[in-house]
């Protein structure tokens, strides 16, 4: 999970990082010219056309030999006339022709420069994934979250925040998935420490034993009723949390795991 602030020197401002389910087409064509520009003919490599077929391969284009106006820019315009969705599919497909040849760190400067510089939601992170960028601080709970789940006491928990958190990252990101794993998770460790059924269950043991505050138990209530009326198993409306909401469920099911699991 990502936490880092790309500002290029330090002197001269990016946007937010706001763009979400989108790739601007000025994105595409700088991103690609980025990666071009990291191509090698010597023998290290990739190549212009290395970086050309996997490109055409992989938005289902028949390569041509000798496209005019060259490589680079047909690519460019192949990668500007696909879903938004593509853009994203390619810098994962370029992930192994760079890092085969040891210059991942390379091709991750050069994407994250891009996607930092047109405000884009993700990040190319070390082992070559797509992840959202989340203030550092948010990124450290997360993290620590996991580690706490790594014990085998939670290992249902665990699974479940792996792919709340894979849903999280998607891209698209899958809203819906990544709520209602992240939520799962959290019953499930209240339901390990503290007994019960249900996560209402787990609160009414809390709060029996006066175990945590009144006004903590309210505000995993309503967590609760969110993900009855939202997200959760047979819920009769049509998901319509936007995108800081999901953040908002996302952040504080983390926040309530580890409070559970340290109280």
């Known amino acids: 999970m990502s936490g880092r602030d790309f500002s290029m020197s330090g002197e001269i401002p990016v946007p937010q990082r706001r763009i979400d389910n989108e790739a601007p087409h000025q994105m595409r064509t700088e ?10 003919e010597t023998g ?13 391969g992989s938005l289902g284009v028949i390569a041509a030999v000798n496209p005019y106006g060259g490589l680079r820019r047909r690519a460019s315009e192949h990668l500007n006339q696909a879903d938004w969705p593509r853009s994203f599919d390619i810098v994962l497909r370029l992930v192994p022709e760079f890092a085969r040849r040891g210059r991942l760190a390379e091709y991750r400067q050069a994407v994250n420069a891009i996607l930092a510089a047109h405000g884009i ?18 990124a450290q709970q997360v993290m620590s979250c996991i580690q706490e789940l790594s014990n085998g006491e939670f290992h249902a928990a665990h699974e479940l925040i792996r792919a709340g958190q894979d849903a999280f990252n998607s891209v ?10 992240v939520y799962d998770a959290m019953e499930s460790v209240g339901r390990t420490r503290f007994g019960g059924a249900t996560f209402g269950n787990v609160l009414d043991n809390l709060r029996a034993a006066g175990t945590i505050n009144e006004f903590t138990v309210r505000t ?43 109280l």
């Open 31 to 40: 991103l690609l010219n980025a990666v071009f520009a990291l191509a090698d």
């Open 220 to 262: 995993l209530r309503a967590l609760e009723v969110m993900r009855h009326n939202h997200f959760g198993h047979g819920a009769e409306v049509r998901f319509s949390l936007s995108s800081a909401e999901v953040d908002f469920v996302y952040l504080t099911c983390i926040a309530g795991i580890l409070l559970l699991v340290r």
């Open 121 to 138: 939601v993700w990040d190319l992170d070390e082992n070559g994934a797509l992840i959202r960028v989340l203030p550092q601080i948010a």
């Open 44 to 56: 290290m490599g990739p190549s212009e056309r290395t970086l050309y077929d996997a490109v055409t």
């Open 172 to 181: 698209p990101r899958r809203d819906r998935d990544a709520c209602a794993n």
